[in-house]
């Protein structure tokens, strides 16, 4: 009976560490239910609470204009003149790509923050016809380039070449720019072509040579090359950068 009891006994244990160890592993693993379903709502509270990062180079492009601003006739007594730029021979070739002194970009021209820039509409002064230019920059070892792109049927339509100048006005009643041209003299275009040609070549290399496939012309330069470039070809635009 001793015996029989004895071996109950042992029987009875050993149901019971059957039973033990099955709990025990119940409870953990609803211990492991619990903390991935508390690990899933924190990172649904987290992902409510930040928003969604930007795809990548999301800010690199202007918005493209879903419509332009009608055109309007120009009242010149109403203009403000802003300033004037003469031409050089990187300006109007085939890019349409006009390099705006820093002085005046930075004075009046809206402020940009990344190289792709602004869209930026302008009155024509002489004709019916509004203009829509990029205004952005690109970066050099010594600064930024402003530049105002898409000009080539604006030098077309009005006969612009090396030597003449455009001018650029604003409308502050209404906060529109507005751009004219005007010709330059015979003797001091064939002077000025003279001077411009001896650099041209190379400028457009470094206007050009690193241009994306947005048709925005990046610093050529940024292999500190113009460290090296010879300072009397280049452009009086060029001799003032700003400091980054």
Partial sequence: MRTARSKNRIFVADDCDEDGGLSRR????????????????????????????PPKRQWLRPPMPSSLPPPQEVD??????????????????????????????????????????IFMYMDDVTTPKLWTFRFGFWSNNSGRVHVLEHACEFFAMHGLINGDFIMFYIDRRVGRFAI?????????????????????????????????????????????????????????????????
């Fill in 26 to 53: 119940e409870n953990a693993k609803t211990r492991l239910e619990n903390l991935r379903q508390k690990r899933k709502e924190k990172e649904r509270e987290m992902a409510m609470a930040v928003p969604p990062a």
């Fill in 76 to 117: 010149m007594s109403g203009l403000e003149f802003l300033f004037e730029k003469r031409l050089r021979h990187s300006d109007v070739k085939d890019r349409g790509r006009v390099v705006i002194p820093k002085e005046f970009a930075l004075k009046h021209f809206p402020e940009i923050q990344t190289k792709y820039g």
């Fill in 180 to 244: 004219g041209s005007r010709k330059a003299d015979v003797q001091n275009s064939v002077r000025d072509e003279h001077h411009d040609l001896a650099g041209a070549t190379l400028m457009d290399e470094l206007l050009s040579a690193s241009s994306t496939s947005d048709g925005v012309g990046q610093s050529a330069v940024e292999d500190e090359s113009l460290a090296y470039f010879p300072m009397e070809l280049l452009d009086d635009d060029f001799f003032d950068l700003p400091k980054l």
